[in-house]
């Protein structure tokens, strides 16, 4: 029955593979293949991490919620502290969506005829790296915020070790979908930053325009608005309120950034390039 299962699960999985690469094709992603292939890889390394991030975390939890007394906010922030989920994914995901970016960053100036080499040393890419540096902080935050939550209401009522057992397997932070979510942002972002970088070294492209696919999951009206937008390739887009260079900015709020399908065209100095 095992065998079975995960055999009916691997062939869910193939399917949902297919409609990725479907779905990034439809909204107008270049470079689809490299692009499936990263998410998937990052999204395996990710999800490994979240399911030893689960086992830790429940020995965690209940050992807490086993005490004679309510423990106080504080020890159960500095328990959490032992997980070691932000250091396996600052050294198991974060090269993986550095060098995205950089292998994207090639192709787009190949696709762009652009012969400026990267330049690790860029603002820009520092902004990056100072972004990939603390993505970790930022979902274990999320992750840290609910388990403390749990843990104090499983003193209420009598709920106990069982109960909060039971919640634990509900949460969404040790999810595959939070893995694939998680993967498919972050690629999708690296390909927009490096595709923002190649167009700023090359001095054909003067321009840059905002494109938003309809029909894919639930489309943001800010974003759908923006569509067909063309600026100046060092001007910001203005999305909901906030200022942007590019789709998944890191200057975005993940309101505007996670699940996001908009991609760019280039504008060149005498015509329009589509399919940038």
């Not at 909204?27 to 990710?46: H, S």
């Not at 709020?253 to 991609?263: D, K, L």
Request: hydrophobic share 35%; glycine share 6%.
């Amino acid at each position: 029955m095992d065998e079975e299962l995960i055999q009916k699960a691997l062939a869910i999985k193939k399917e949902e593979d297919k409609e990725l690469a479907r779905l990034l094709k439809l909204a107008g992603f270049l470079f689809v293949d490299e692009l499936v292939k990263q998410i998937l890889e990052i999204e395996d390394a990710l999800d490994e991490i979240l399911q030893i991030d689960y086992e830790q975390s429940a020995e965690l939890a209940e050992e807490l919620a086993s005490k004679d007394k309510k423990p106080l906010k504080t020890v159960i922030v500095l328990a959490l502290s032992a997980r070691i989920f932000k250091s396996e994914m600052a050294k198991k995901v974060n090269p993986k969506l550095k060098l995205s970016f950089l292998t994207l960053y090639e192709k787009f100036n190949g696709k762009y005829k652009g012969d400026e080499p990267h330049n690790p040393k860029s603002r820009h890419f520092k902004e990056i790296e100072r972004w990939l540096k603390n993505l970790p902080k930022l979902m274990d935050l999320t992750t840290k915020n609910n388990l403390v939550n749990l843990i104090q209401k499983s003193y209420e009522d009598g709920k106990g070790v069982k109960w909060l057992e039971r919640e634990l397997v509900k949460l969404s932070e040790f999810s595959r979908s939070r893995a694939r979510t998680t993967s498919i942002t972050e690629v999708l972002r690296m390909y927009s930053g490096s595709q923002y970088e190649s167009m700023m070294n090359n001095p054909n492209i003067v321009g840059k325009e905002w494109r938003h696919t309809s029909g894919i999951k639930e489309p943001r009206e800010a974003h759908g608005k923006a569509d067909g937008e063309i600026i100046s390739k060092d001007d910001y887009f203005i999305i909901d309120g906030e200022r942007c260079r590019y789709p998944r900015d890191p200057k975005l709020s993940p309101g505007n950034s996670i699940q996001c399908h908009c991609f760019m065209n280039p504008v060149l100095a005498n015509k329009f390039t589509k399919g940038g």
